[in-house]
């Protein structure tokens, strides 16, 4: 019995350690802890059946671990690659609207992101949580052990694939989400490059900044709820896309 349970939480605590929603930086490391071992001891009476019994050698064992281990890994951040979507478009349209310089620290990147990328990801965990979508990964998670059953083989070319799709698919819903921001932004640089050779002593970068910023934002406060609706549903279908679900 504590052999089957130490499988499970190794992929299951793994997946959402290293997954959005739940693992989170920002909530306490032993919150997560808990949360990963209340998830496990859920599903390890589901699962208890089929697991593999305890092998006779300690290298199997460890090797049987360290597989949970990798495609609870691979779970996790198959989903957080998804996820990221918003804040990679929050960086675009900081960059766009002029506000790329205004950083703060995010724990999940370990790095100084612009504010509003750290707003529009902050935003997408809460929009998780809010819309229940995060139920959908962790159903995944159980449903793996039907597609990848613990101590079977783990096809490591098919899950590059599918990590990079994933990757993919967020690079593309991140550039749909910027895509008015970054045309809005071209139109405005050719309508102030057309000025300045029209007026060539008028600053022309101290006049368009304010504009920029302010325009950028009053786009971005009539844009966001298309944008959150946008996010949502490229959200839901790439969580129902997840392997195992």
Known sequence: MGFGFILVIAR???????????GENEIPASVRAALAAVLACLVYPALQGALPPLPPETMQLAGLIIMEIVVGAWLGFTTRVTVMAMAMAGSVVS??????????????VGAQVSALQRMLGLAAVAMLFASG??????????????????????????????VARAVSQSFGMAVRLAAPFVITCLVWQAAMGFVSRLVPNIQVHVVSAPAQILGGL????????????????????????????
């Open 133 to 162: 979508l995060y139920v959908l990964p962790v159903q995944a998670i159980v449903g793996s052990y039907d597609l990848l059953p613990a101590g079977g083989s783990f096809d490591a070319g098919g899950a590059a694939q599918t």
């Open 95 to 108: 960059l766009m609207i002029g506000l790329s310089s205004v950083l703060q620290i995010d724990p999940s």
């Open 218 to 245: 009053a786009l971005l406060i009539a844009a966001v709820t298309l944008l959150f609706d946008t996010w949502l549903a490229g959200t839901r279908q790439a969580f129902s896309a997840l392997p195992g679900f």
């Open 12 to 22: 299951v605590g793994t997946a959402v350690l290293t997954g959005p929603a739940l």
